[in-house]
Every structure is written in C-alpha cells, then in structure tokens.
Antibody
Framework: DVQLLESGGGLVQPGGSLRLSCAAS????????MSWVRQAPGKGLEWVSA????????YYADSVKGRFTISRDNSKNTLSLQMDSLRAEDTAIYYC???????????WGQGTLVTVSS | EIVLTQSPGTLSLSPGERATLSCRAS???????LAWYQQKPGQAPRLLIY???SRATGIPDRFSGSGSGTDFTLTISRLEPEDFAVYYC?????????FGQGTKVEVK
C-alpha cells in the first residue's frame, strides 16, 4: 500500500525557518513527481510546490517563491520542503502528495501542522 | 491563471438523495484535466475522479463526473452516510494547479 508520512511541523516565529519531510513507501518513489499542498485552518486547498521524479525541475506557487525550497532524496524515498522567512499566512496543514501524470494527486499523506506565530 | 468556482457552498440533503455539485472554471481547462477530491474532518483529501469523468481505484460507482471546457459536475447518485464531507475540484491542465473553494455536503 502507498504510504506518505509527513513530519517536521510545529510552532515557529515569523521570519523563522522550518524543514518538512515526507517519507514514502509502497511505490517506486523515484518514478513519480511529488507535490506539497497546504490547507490553512478552516480553509481550502492550495498547491505549494512540485518536483519532477529526478529532482531536476522544481515549481512553486507565487506565494512561496523565493522563500520555500522543495527537494527529494530518491535513495531514501524522502521528499522535503525547506521553508524560510515564514509568515503568519503560511500557517496551515502541509500535505505531501504523489502525482500521477498528467499531474493530479492520487495519494496524500495525513499532513503536518505548521503554525507561524509570535 | 485559472480560477475555479464551486457551487453551492453548502448542500443540505438526506441519505438516499442525489447530490449535484458544480465547478466552473474562469477559462477552458486544457484536455479536461479536472479532478474531484473528498475530504472528511481531520483527514487528508481522497481522489474520487480524474480526467473529468474517470473514477479512481476503489471509488464506488455512485460517484460520477461529467463536463468539459469550463463547466464540470460531480454527481453522487444516492448519498450514503459516509458521503457527507467537503468536495474540492482541481484543475491540472495548466500551471499553476488550482483548487475550487469546496462544497460541503451536510445532513439535512
């Protein structure tokens, strides 16, 4: 069975940094693009970032461009999101999602909560 | 950038009734690359429909998707108790990905 397990969320002050991880299992991780999608409390879904299967290309929403960095380690079946210069509006549950081509999301992790507050 | 508008915001129905959810795009969705997800409280979204009308693995046939261009519909033919949830549409035909704001299907 496909499993995606996020970790690394927590409380951070505005301007701070946090690194999220997503451990993948149950599929050939290196064959699939991956994404991060977030959901602010009580709100809808917002795509954040994507990375190709090899890690050679990355994509970002305008709201996080220049502040967030997505990466992957195919030898460890792990997806990461480095979040810098965090703002209150980045407060959300962050989900990692496996992509199916064309890029819809066929599996999602349970999410990790990031709270940006002083 | 495509904007998706879902209607209604909330749908109040009884078990056994038919639910019809709408998703309208601000411009044509390329190749009808439109998906639908179900989300229950405290859970991650679950893929129901992709390519506007193809059911994902394990999804019951009471869920169906239709539409093309800018107008798409998710239909639940007969609501089961476990179907009361929030539903999101998602276009993936052009960058960036976009989600609708969601339709909540609640018990009347």
């Amino acid at each position: 069975d496909v499993q995606l397990l996020e970790s690394g969320g927590g409380l951070v002050q505005p301007g701070g940094s946090l690194r999220l991880s997503c451990a993948a299992s149950g599929f050939t991780f290196s064959s699939y693009p991956m994404s991060w999608v977030r959901q602010a409390p009580g709100k809808g879904l917002e795509w954040v970032s994507a990375i190709t299967s090899s890690g050679g290309s990355t994509y970002y929403a305008d709201s996080v461009k220049g502040r967030f960095t997505i990466s992957r380690d195919n030898s460890k079946n792990t997806l990461s999101l480095q979040m810098d210069s965090l703002r209150a509006e980045d407060t959300a549950i962050y989900y990692c999602a496996k992509e199916k081509q064309p890029p819809y999301f066929d599996y999602w992790g349970q999410g990790t909560l990031v709270t940006v507050s002083s | 950038e495509i904007v998706l508008t879902q209607s209604p915001g909330t749908l109040s129905l009884s078990p056994g009734e038919r639910a019809t959810l709408s998703c309208r795009a601000s411009q044509s969705v390329s190749n009808n690359y439109l998906a639908w997800y179900q989300q229950k409280p405290g859970q991650a979204p679950r893929l129901l429909i992709y390519g506007a009308s193809s059911r994902a693995t394990g999804i019951p046939d009471r869920f169906s998707g239709s539409g093309s261009g800018t107008d798409f519909t998710l239909t639940i033919s007969r609501l089961e108790p476990e179907d009361f949830a929030v539903y999101y549409c998602h276009q993936y035909g052009s960058a960036p990905h976009a989600f609708g704001q969601g339709t909540k299907v609640e018990v009347k």
